[in-house]
């Protein structure tokens, strides 16, 4: 893991206050490696974010981890969030089109999947191998190290919630969701990422 980029000094970034009891997971919807990552977010600014988003770590194509802030700053990635929860973003265009045609110009090979997202069918991209193998490291090591939850948010059936949680549930969450579970406009990180997670760590010393 590498720490060449640092948001520390921006006002996108402040102490941590409220317990840290969530790792949310994002795409980038975008081919670019960490740093271009990090260009993109400082340049999304508005009247609440003079200095950009922030993130805490970025994930490469060929799984290349970097991290960007301390855990111990809040970062802008989650809205709601953000208070409680480590954000990582994922380089992945997370859509087929012609952005993923681009990516796989260049030899970036990803599974096309499709399920149920808020009741409708949606066709999404997965992690390349060496991202699946990174981001599981990365937030079972974040999880060891925080006490944060090793849980996705579930449905009443037990299967993996496929849809926006309520302020309630949001409130109540610990464990390692992705950004549609927060925001009722997104989509990333998509559902195989954390079914994975489910179907390991619902498996006996997991």
Same mark, same amino acid.
Request: aromatic share 6%; charged share 25%; proline share 6%.
């Given at each position: 893991? /590498? ?22 997971? !994002?795409? @980038?919807?975008?081919?670019? $490696?960490?740093? +271009? ?12 974010? $003079? ?15 970097? +991290?960007?802030?301390?855990? =111990? ?22 859509? $087929?089109?012609?952005?993923?045609? =681009? ?10 999947? @499709? ?7 949606? /066709? ?6 060496? +991202? ?23 449905? @009443? ?21 992705? !950004? ?5 406009? =997104? ?12 179907? =390991?760590?619902?498996? $006996?010393?997991?």
């Amino acid at each position: 893991m /590498t720490e060449p980029l640092r948001y520390d000094h921006l006002r996108s970034t402040y102490p941590r206050r409220e317990p840290l009891r969530a790792i949310v997971l !994002h795409w @980038t919807a975008g081919i670019g $490696p960490p740093a +271009q990552v990090y260009a993109t977010l400082r340049g999304r600014t508005g009247p609440h974010t $003079p200095d950009g988003l922030s993130i805490h770590y970025t994930v490469g194509v060929d799984g290349e981890v970097v +991290q960007m802030a301390s855990t =111990k700053l809040v970062c802008l990635h989650a809205g709601i969030a953000n208070k409680w929860s480590i954000g990582i973003e994922v380089v992945s265009p997370g859509f $087929p089109g012609d952005v993923r045609e =681009k990516e796989r110009s260049h030899g970036v090979a990803r599974d096309e999947y @499709t399920d149920s997202l808020r009741g409708r069918s949606v /066709t999404m991209l997965d992690y390349t191998a060496a +991202q699946t193998v990174a981001v599981e490291r990365l937030v079972e090591k974040l999880c060891d190290e925080t006490g944060v939850a090793r849980a996705v948010p579930l449905d @009443t059936d037990g299967s993996l919630l496929r849809r926006t949680m309520d302020e309630s549930e949001l409130a109540h969450f610990h464990g390692v969701m992705g !950004h549609y579970h927060c925001h009722e406009t =997104k989509a990333d990180c998509g559902t195989r990422p954390l079914e994975r997670l489910r179907l =390991k760590w619902s498996r $006996p010393n997991c």
